[in-house]
């Protein structure tokens, strides 16, 4: 497979690994409790190195080493506010196979500094148990979405990153006052 070449029309099966660097990702911003989750993380982890190592003569380093890519992807996680891959959606806390969504639906209300992101699902989808949704929002057609500052959103490379490696059949579409679009 070349660079260049998307994965879904490849035909070829994605790996884990692939799935993982190509994507789509939204953050919500920094959080005072994010920040002292992943503070209290990391000291925690250096205090357990530096215990192991007094009691078991465990070397500490190999402590650290072990738990950071836990560290980092819980990190990674709390903060991803909307997410696509060749795996799947993920919005806010709700993980969606591609044969689920049928559009996203992007909304922009003039009046607020966030931009909405939304999904449309396949008629016969239901949403996964324990799903939280947010109240629906007027300007959001979409029946599950998620808020995202305008300034961590780029509807060009959303396009864009979604004609490369999305599933072919989903859609883009931007909703205001004057009714919705496929976006170009």
Do not use: C
């Amino acid at each position: 497979m070349t660079q260049h070449q998307s994965p879904s029309s490849s035909g070829q099966q994605v790996t884990r690994r692939q799935a993982r660097w190509e994507r789509y990702r939204v953050t919500h911003p920094f959080s005072a409790t994010d920040q002292a989750g992943l503070w209290a993380a990391i000291l925690g982890t250096v205090g357990l190195a530096l215990l192991l190592g007094w009691a078991l003569e465990i070397r500490g380093g190999t402590v650290i080493v072990l738990a950071l890519p836990f560290i980092i992807s819980w990190f990674e996680n709390r903060r991803t506010a909307f997410q696509f891959d060749a795996a799947g959606v993920r919005v806010g806390e709700v993980r969606l196979r591609w044969n689920d969504v049928t559009q996203f639906v992007v909304a922009t209300p003039p009046d607020g500094p966030y931009a909405l992101i939304g999904v449309r699902l396949h008629p016969s989808v239901t949403l996964p148990p324990g799903a939280t949704v947010p109240p629906q929002n007027p300007a959001m057609p979409a029946p599950i979405h998620v808020a995202v500052l305008r300034s961590k959103f780029d509807l060009a490379k959303m396009v864009a990153k979604a004609r490369r490696y999305a599933a072919p059949h989903v859609q883009i579409v931007v909703a205001d006052q004057s009714g919705e679009r496929v976006a170009a």
